[in-house]
C-alpha cells in the first residue's frame, strides 16, 4: 500500500504533471478568447476541461490519511470529501 501511495504521489504531484496542467490550462485560455469555435477546436476545449485537474496538495492530504490509521477509518470524514 505504502508502494503504491508514493507512487501515485510521484506521478501526481511531479513537475512534468503541473508543467501539462499549466499548458492545459493556457490553452483553455486561448480558445476561450476566440470569437467562435469549429467542431475539432469545441472538441479540444470540450476535453482541456473534462480533464481531471487534481492538485499535489489533494493528493499529499489523501495520502496522509490513508497512512494515519485513525483518518483512514474515519468514514464521517471521508463522506466530507
Known amino acids: 500500500m505504502r508502494d503504491i501511495i508514493s ?3 510521484l ?3 511531479s513537475a512534468e504533471r503541473r ?3 499549466a499548458e492545459a490550462e493556457r490553452l483553455i485560455r ?3 478568447q476566440q470569437p467562435a469555435l469549429y ?3 469545441e ?3 470540450y ?8 492538485d499535489a496538495a ?3 492530504q489523501a495520502a496522509a490519511g490513508m497512512r494515519d490509521k485513525e483518518a483512514f477509518l474515519d468514514f464521517p470524514a471521508y463522506l466530507r470529501m
Open 7 to 9: 507512487n501515485g504521489e
Open 11 to 13: 506521478l501526481f504531484g
Open 19 to 21: 508543467e501539462l496542467l
Open 30 to 32: 486561448q480558445l476561450e
Open 39 to 41: 467542431v475539432r477546436r
Open 43 to 45: 472538441e479540444e476545449y
Open 47 to 54: 476535453t482541456l476541461w473534462a480533464t481531471s485537474r487534481i
Open 58 to 60: 489533494e493528493i499529499s
